[in-house]
C-alpha cells in the first residue's frame, strides 16, 4: 500500500519577497531613465559623453546618498560614469574636499562657501598637537 500523500508544497520563492525585489529594480530603472531624459549624457565628474548602448555605464548618482530621495526635477541626481562612481563612494562623503586641499594646507582654492570649514581647523588642530 503506498502512503504518498498529496500535500501543497510550494516550489516557487515567496512570492511577496519577488514582487518586493521586482518593485524596487522597476523603480531605479525610473528614476535612472528620467535622469537620462533631464540631463546630458556627460559625466558629471570626468566629463566623458555617452551614446547609444554605451551609455549603460552612464549611472546615477544620489548627491545625498539617500536612494529613496528623488525629486522629479532631479536635483538630487547627478549622472556619473561607472567609474567616477565607484570612486565617489569610496572616497567617502568628507573626502570630498580633503582631497582638494594642497599638502601645505594652506591654500584653499575657494574657501568662502565651505560646510566643512570648521572640521577642517578640528583636523588640523589635531594634526599640530
Ligand atoms: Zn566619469
Ligand atoms: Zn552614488
Not at 546630458?40 to 559623453?49: D, F, K, M, T
Not at 551614446?51 to 532631479?74: A, C, M, Q
Amino acid at each position: 500500500m503506498s502512503s504518498k500523500k498529496t500535500n501543497f508544497e510550494p516550489d516557487r520563492p515567496d512570492p511577496v519577497m519577488a514582487e518586493v525585489r521586482h518593485d524596487r529594480e522597476r523603480r531605479e530603472k525610473t528614476y535612472r531613465e528620467r535622469a537620462l531624459k533631464i540631463f546630458p549624457w556627460i559625466c558629471a565628474l570626468c566629463g566623458r559623453e555617452f551614446s547609444g548602448k554605451r551609455v549603460r555605464e552612464l549611472t546615477v548618482h544620489h548627491k545625498d546618498h539617500n536612494h529613496d530621495y528623488n525629486p522629479p526635477d532631479g536635483s538630487n541626481w547627478e549622472l556619473l560614469c561607472i567609474y567616477c562612481h565607484d570612486n565617489e563612494h569610496s572616497r567617502g562623503q568628507v573626502a570630498e574636499w580633503y582631497d582638494e586641499t594642497t599638502p601645505a594646507g594652506r591654500q584653499e582654492p575657494s574657501s568662502d562657501n565651505r560646510p566643512f570649514a570648521n572640521l577642517k581647523d578640528l583636523l588640523a588642530d589635531k594634526k599640530n598637537s
